[in-house]
């Protein structure tokens, strides 16, 4: 094998890696920003002037960033 195709196959498995885990996070980061929507309590005070984004562009926010840190290690 050369190693382009050595190269090649494990940049698909680290993609496939990334996709598996930011879906699980994507569902675990909508699970809580649902939750968080529903109570009637807040847990941090918005700045002046911060924009509230929606449901799926927080979870899809947070997804991003925490499958991210994963493949820092």
Known sequence: MSM?????RRG???SLQFRVLYVICF??????????ALLPWRW????????QHSILA???NAAGICAGYVFMV
């Open 4 to 8: 382009q195709t050595i190269s090649a």
């Open 12 to 14: 698909e498995a680290d």
């Open 27 to 36: 569902g675990i980061f909508l699970f809580a920003a649902t939750v968080q």
């Open 44 to 51: 941090f005070s918005r700045a002046e002037g911060e924009v």
């Open 58 to 60: 927080q979870a899809k």
